[in-house]
């Protein structure tokens, strides 16, 4: 398996422009989280999904950005507009049948809004 | 207070010795427990689970301590590819916010020749 796959690695963009992240979980996991990671804050849950479906969003940090996942193989995490403090690494990762089970991790996008 | 916390570092030690580290976590009903490690640049992979009777795997030892809420690493004989940063998770149960897991800060260790 190709593990999580995650696409750009790098984004570089101005403050205002729309981003859109993508994720391949591991073929099979039925739970999809989204993080992001600063030296400030740590690795921060945003979003996850269990079996395509949105189930808790509270840490998403406010209405620029939004998540979808129209299928079992595939998501995105968008923001819109973009800013500078929302440069960081963000990372996809999926388990397979419970949300407290071992996470694989993709390689990350990381994100820089100028 | 922070749901997970562990000593930043960074934590010096010189190749061949043996280094532990904690965290404490918050909740109490938190049912799941693991080191993970992390490269620089890299993405976080799965060290090791943590079991309330304790574990260990090759130089690796962890523990845990459900009445004082904390967890430990210990790492013997230390090789220099062990320098990394150590991230503490705990699944955590809560009623409204952000569920899954949990991850601390991370505590960074330079192994030195």
């Known amino acids: 398996d190709a593990g999580v796959i995650q696409s750009p690695r790098h984004e570089v963009t101005e403050m205002g422009q729309e981003v859109t992240l993508r994720c391949k979980p591991i073929?099979?996991?039925?739970?999809l989280f989204w993080y992001r990671q600063t030296m400030m804050r740590g690795l921060e849950l945003l979003i996850y999904?269990?079996?395509?479906?949105?189930?808790?969003d509270s840490g998403m940090p406010e209405d620029r950005f939004s998540a979808k996942m129209p299928n079992a193989s595939f998501s995105t995490l968008k923001i819109q507009p973009s800013e500078p403090r929302d440069s960081a690494v963000y990372f996809c990762?999926?388990?397979?049948?419970?949300?407290?089970?071992?996470?694989?991790f993709g390689p990350g996008t990381r994100l820089t809004v100028l | 207070r922070k749901e997970v916390e562990q000593d930043p570092g960074p934590f010096n030690v010189p190749e061949g010795a043996t280094v532990a580290f904690n965290c404490t976590y918050s909740?109490?009903?938190?049912?799941?427990f693991f080191w993970y490690r992390q490269d620089c640049r890299k993405e976080p992979k799965l060290l090791m689970s943590?079991?309330?009777s304790g574990n260990e795997d090759g130089r690796f030892t962890a523990q845990l301590n459900r009445a004082s809420q904390y967890i430990s690493l210990l790492i013997r004989d230390s090789k220099l590819s062990d320098s990394a940063t150590y991230l503490c998770?705990?699944?955590?149960?809560?009623?409204?916010?952000?569920?899954?897991?949990?991850f601390g800060k991370g505590t960074h260790l330079i192994i030195q020749p």
């Open positions: 990762a999926s388990t397979l049948g419970g949300r407290h089970n071992e996470q694989f």
């Open positions: 909740n109490s009903a938190s049912q799941s």
């Open positions: 073929s099979g996991h039925d739970y």
């Open positions: 943590v079991y309330s």
């Open positions: 998770v705990v699944g955590m149960y809560s009623g409204g916010g952000a569920d899954g897991l949990t």
């Open positions: 999904f269990n079996n395509n479906v949105p189930i808790d």
